[in-house]
């Protein structure tokens, strides 16, 4: 298991896809497409902020009826 960085440090693909629970390859798919989280790159690697994780997360929530 990868550890997760601090708040103030980008988190890889690995990493990312690890707070997420979902694999790389499916944060490169998103990217692909136009969905997911918010990234960055930095020369040819994408990294993350841990708070456009948890934006994205928020954005990303379904609220049942009559909750």
């Known amino acids: 298991m990868t550890t997760i960085p601090s708040q103030d440090r980008p988190l890889n693909g690995l990493q990312a896809g690890e707070y997420l629970h979902v694999r790389p390859s499916t944060l490169a798919t998103w990217r692909r497409l136009g969905y997911g989280p918010r990234y960055y790159r930095v020369g040819v690697r994408c990294v993350y902020r841990l708070?456009?994780?948890?934006?994205?997360?928020?954005?990303?929530?379904?609220?049942?009826?009559g909750e």
């Open 51 to 65: 708070e456009d994780l948890n934006e994205w997360l928020d954005d990303e929530c379904i609220e049942e009826p």
